[in-house]
């Protein structure tokens, strides 16, 4: 079965710019999907196919997919951007997630 | 508006059943694709069925055989039949929509929560 591989933590500054990496095997070929998660919350959806970002959703928030890889960038990083996020790819008739990545903003 | 609102979870114990339902509202249900996804205390997102809008029906094979999803468009509603559950299927379960493969799960409920112990 396919599978996602995401960074357990990332850290970034406050104002700085983070990078959440999605690696998967020819996952440059698989549209990509986005999602931010806060504490006693449900998940919403920040980008989708690889770089697009839904309505509402903040110019800050950015994606790009190549390779093995996959990355969402969250430019000029807020407080309020502190969250789990997860990457998520639909492979062989299934939904797949990533493990989850913790957003700490210093 | 768009909602999406579970119901029917709740304590069961080991090997028993549970429905759970999603009543929708604010917009064409029957056009969209829907899904069941559930995430353990403190453990990450997990997908557990996905119907598409001709009823065709897909699961991970951590729950093929003993959860069955289905629709019913006149009622706006999504259900998700779980039988022989185990004690690692407690989770909090959130029905989501989404147009397409190509375009994510765009709108979630605040999720219910299955409790399975004895």
């Known amino acids: 079965s396919y599978e996602l591989t995401q960074p357990l933590s990332v850290s970034v500054a406050l104002g700085q710019t983070a990078r959440i990496t999605c690696g998967g095997n020819?996952?440059?070929?698989?549209?990509v999907h986005w999602y931010q998660q806060k504490p006693g919350q449900a998940p919403v959806l920040v980008i989708y196919?690889?770089?697009n970002r839904p309505s509402g959703i903040p110019e800050r928030f950015s994606g790009s997919n190549s390779g093995n890889t996959a990355t969402l960038t969250i430019s000029r990083a807020q407080a309020g951007d502190e969250a789990d996020y997860y990457c998520q790819v639909w492979d062989s008739s299934t939904w797949v997630f990533g493990g989850g990545t913790k957003l700490t903003v210093l | 508006e768009v909602q999406l609102v579970e119901s029917g979870g709740g304590l069961v114990q080991p090997g028993g059943s549970l429905r759970l339902s999603c009543a929708a509202s604010g917009f064409t249900f029957s056009s969209y694709d829907m899904h069941w996804v559930r995430q353990a205390t403190g453990k990450g997102l997990e997908w557990v069925s996905a119907?598409?809008?001709?009823?065709?029906?897909y699961y991970p094979g951590s729950v093929k055989g003993r959860f069955t999803i289905s629709r019913e468009n006149a009622k706006n509603s999504l259900y998700l039949q779980m039988n022989s559950l185990r004690a690692g299927d407690t989770a909090v379960y959130y029905c989501?929509?989404?147009?397409?493969?190509?375009?994510?799960?765009?709108?979630w409920g605040q999720g219910t929560l299955v409790t399975v112990s004895s």
């Open positions: 119907i598409g809008t001709a009823g065709d029906t």
């Open positions: 989501a929509r989404s147009v397409d493969t190509a375009m994510g799960l765009d709108y």
């Open positions: 196919r690889d770089s």
């Open positions: 020819n996952i440059g070929s698989k549209n």
